[in-house]
Each structure stands twice: as structure tokens, then as C-alpha cells.
């Protein structure tokens, strides 16, 4: 009897260590935030250039008391469906430990019952694709407790079509001319001072 007790307390503490390894679902949070962005239907967004306004709020159709476990929101840039296909490194799963479907920070803020915004530009390093805006409520542990999302559950609507860039920029082509043009300058300067030096030391 002793030894089937200490199997079963095993069992069950691989059972909670496992569930722990893989930390919150998505599936289990609840939509309790409502989440919205300035958008241009049709608009093709230029990173470093172009910028987003989101907002977001507790959805006011929940019981009073839903968002007290509520300290941190903290807002992300998220691909969406279309641009995952064959892409392993964007691929969503339902552990968020493991999700890789919002892998860009746009804000981190104190939770307030409050409706809040951002006006964020769209970073550098955002790469082309198609992205929805997501933000989660983390409770003091800085764990995820509920989410909200500008697009539907298919995550098929109110996408962002993001332009990244492409090939070198002006700044970078520019900085490598000058350093050209400087060092050919440098070496000219070398062989001129040498032949002089060589020239004198004959001459003496």
C-alpha cells in the first residue's frame, strides 16, 4: 500500500511539474479586453516611417471586479495566419511559452480601468508581413490572466499589411562612400610622403 501511495504522489507531482513546463494556454484566457487602432483599409504600413494609435479597455460587458487581478498591459505586434505559412520560427501555439505569433513589443503600461492609448512607429526591424495588434493582462506575478486583440477569433479581419525595408539604406550607402573616398585620400597621402621621404634620403 505504502509503495502504491508514493507512485500515485509521483504521478501526480510529474502531472503539476509538466503542466507548469508549459506554462499558460491561450486558450484558457478570457477576451476581456477590447482592443482597437487607427487604420487605413488598404494602407500598406513603411516601418520606420508610419505609426499606429491603439487603444484598449476592460469590455464593460463583464461583472465589476473581472480586472482585479489586473497590474500590467502589455501590447504586441503579431503576425497574422497568412503570413505563418511555412514559417516554423512565427508558428502559434497554444503555450504561450512557446507561442511565436507575437514576438514585437509595442507598450508596456500599469493596468487602469481606464481606457488607454499609444501612438507607436512602427520599428525598423518589423519585417514585411501581416500583423494584428494584441495586448494581454498580467497579474502581479507577471503572468498572462486575459487578452484582447484588434482582430477576430479567425484572425482574418482589421490586419496591417507592413512594408519592411528592403536592401541598404541611403544612410548606410552614403557612410560607405565617404569612408571610401577616405581611405583611397589616405593611401594617396602615404605613397606621397613616402616617395618624398625616399626622394630626400637619396638627395643627402
Same mark, same amino acid.
Given at each position: 500500500m505504502a509503495s502504491t501511495g508514493i507512485l500515485l504522489a509521483s504521478l501526480l507531482l510529474l502531472s503539476c511539474l509538466a503542466e507548469t513546463s508549459h506554462g499558460v494556454l491561450f486558450s484558457s484566457l478570457k477576451q476581456t479586453l477590447i482592443v482597437t487602432a487607427s487604420h487605413k483599409e488598404g494602407q500598406v504600413y513603411k516601418t @520606420? *516611417? #508610419?505609426k499606429l494609435t491603439v487603444s484598449? @479597455?476592460?469590455?464593460? /460587458?463583464?461583472?465589476? @471586479? %473581472? #480586472? %482585479?487581478?489586473?497590474?500590467?498591459i502589455k501590447v504586441k505586434f503579431c503576425y497574422a495566419p497568412v503570413s505563418q505559412v511555412d514559417r516554423g520560427w512565427r508558428k502559434t501555439v497554444d503555450s504561450l511559452s512557446k507561442d511565436k505569433t507575437c514576438? $514585437?513589443?509595442?507598450?508596456?503600461?500599469p493596468y487602469s480601468s481606464s481606457n488607454q492609448s499609444f501612438e507607436w512607429t512602427?520599428?525598423?526591424d518589423v519585417p514585411s508581413a501581416t500583423y494584428f495588434l494584441r495586448a494581454y493582462a498580467y497579474d502581479a506575478a507577471d503572468v498572462e490572466v486575459a487578452y484582447g486583440q484588434t482582430t477576430d477569433a479567425q484572425k482574418a479581419t482589421n490586419l496591417f499589411v507592413v512594408q519592411g525595408i528592403s536592401g541598404?539604406? +541611403? %544612410?548606410? #550607402? *552614403? +557612410?560607405? *562612400?565617404? $569612408? /571610401?573616398? $577616405?581611405?583611397?585620400l589616405s593611401l594617396a597621402g602615404f605613397f606621397i610622403a613616402e616617395k618624398r621621404k625616399a626622394k /630626400? %634620403?637619396?638627395e643627402k
Open positions: @520606420g *516611417i #508610419d484598449w @479597455g476592460l469590455n464593460q /460587458s463583464f461583472p465589476a @471586479g %473581472s #480586472d %482585479s487581478t489586473y497590474k500590467t514576438q $514585437f513589443k509595442v507598450v508596456a503600461r512602427i520599428e525598423r541598404r539604406h +541611403a %544612410s548606410l #550607402d *552614403i +557612410a560607405s *562612400i565617404c $569612408f /571610401s573616398a $577616405f581611405s583611397v /630626400s %634620403s637619396h
